[in-house]
């Protein structure tokens, strides 16, 4: 395939992203995860649209085909295959976006890869007065950087499928490629072979596909002169491109963007702060490799940075002050030692003399202190009455957790979860299930299952786009 800067005896100089991606990150051995590149779900018709819109606001005046945003173009049905599983519809006068949609749904990968891959073949996507030459070869199939393209293969939706088919074909049969993952292989650095190789272990099923499509590795000159073209005429610039534009556009090519604003809401809603690259690339990994989204959700609510946040936010708000460091080391290792939970610490604050003092020093203001804080209400005076005279006989630690443990007070904290984490109110329905799942299985069994819902992960990539 055309892919090392030369195209039809053209110099192709890709435009530049807004913020171009550290090459510094480019791993010649795994440039994309295979959960990244065979997924057709990452990206709707209607997202690919948008993109392809916020790539060329407004196309150049020509009397050529429309670029990409407004191209239109027909295509002849397809059936399945062992390559392509699902049937290609084809269909007459389609927008670009719904043939490439089309396309990706057909034979299972990324839409994300499929526009990625045109942009570095012959600058489609941001092209404003893109030619009906460019659009024949739009995939750069079929189309070896030692000889002149195949015909045969020409058109946009011809070109789509056949490349998307073609990154299937190798790993179902994986003895007719000169590349496979999972051993070393040697990687020329151009076509020229004077030029050399070098050794690559290449890591993954979609990294192998991507050198069985564009033979070349990019050496350090290729990488160090971002998207340009460098003055070493050894250096090839296809996969270095591949990488670099779906970094730019669609952020880590190793972690998909649902996976990462995921992360990001978590860290937000469970620690109060954003995470940097590395807890990011982390925990986005976990999510890559199988691991279960309430999984990552306990990772996080058990670990000794939000024990510290609920024994810190103890302090403040039940006893009105700073913790003390011997004392906040001491409820932190009864946390991990499994004798308390996060959410007992304000429990246990409620029931010591510090906090009765500070609540107004009477069993009547002090009721009324714990209704407020536990359930969120104003206690009745009969309440306060009944629960005055339980504390007076049998302490006031005992009356704590009578209410604590209350159906009422599950449910309530069961409310604060759904404001905080899914950002709306929970219905009776869910109060009353959650509210009974937290007294059977305890607040941070709960709080992981609420984040790891479908629910929260969806509105994670609404917060985090």
Known sequence: MAAIGVVLGLVFVPAPAAEAADVQNFNPGYIIDDALFYNSSLTTEAGIQHFLESKVPNCGATTGP???????????????????????????????????????????????????????????VTDVVPTNGDYNVTMGYACPDTALCDTRYYGFANQLYS????????????????????????????????????????????????????????????????????????????????????????????????????????????????????????????????????????????????????????????????????????????????????????????????????SGGTMESYVAAVYERILKRTAASNEIAYWAELAHAHGRGTIVNLIWFSTETARARVADMYNVYLGRPASWDELVGWGDTALRVGDTATRSAILGSGEYWVRSMNRFP
Request: glycine share 10%; proline share 5%.
């Open 66 to 124: 429309a670029c990409l945003k407004n191209y239109r173009a027909d295509s002849a049905p397809r059936s399945a295959d062992k390559y392509c599983k699902l049937p290609y519809p084809g269909g007459n006068n389609q927008l670009a976006s719904t043939i490439i949609y089309n396309v990706a749904q057909a034979c299972n990968i990324n839409p994300q890869v499929l526009l990625v891959t045109m942009q570095k073949e012959r600058g489609l």
């Open 163 to 358: 490349a998307a088919r073609q990154f299937n074909v190798y790993p179902a049969n994986r003895d007719l490629f000169r590349y496979d993952s999972g051993v070393m292989n040697t990687i020329q650095w151009h076509p020229k072979a004077a030029c050399g190789s070098s050794q690559v272990f290449i890591q993954n099923d979609a990294t192998a596909a991507l050198y069985n499509y564009t033979p070349y590795r990019p050496n350090d000159a290729a990488l160090n002169a971002g998207y340009a073209i460098s003055a070493d005429p050894c250096s090839s610039y296809g996969n270095r491109n591949f990488w670099m534009y779906f970094t730019d556009w669609f952020g880590s090519t190793t972690i998909s963007q649902p996976a990462q604003a995921f992360v990001k809401s978590v860290y937000q809603d469970v620690l109060g702060r954003q995470p940097g690259n590395a807890e990011i690339g982390s925990w986005g990994k976990a999510l890559m490799g199988g691991m279960a989204s309430g999984h990552v959700a306990g990772g996080f609510v058990g670990s000794d940075e939000f024990r510290l946040l609920k024994i810190d936010e103890a302090y403040r708000s039940v006893l009105g002050r700073e913790p003390e460091p011997a004392g906040r080391l001491g409820w932190l290792n009864g946390i991990r030692a499994g004798t308390l939970t996060p959410d007992d610490v304000s429990r246990v604050f409620m029931s010591t003399d510090e906090y009765f003092l500070r």
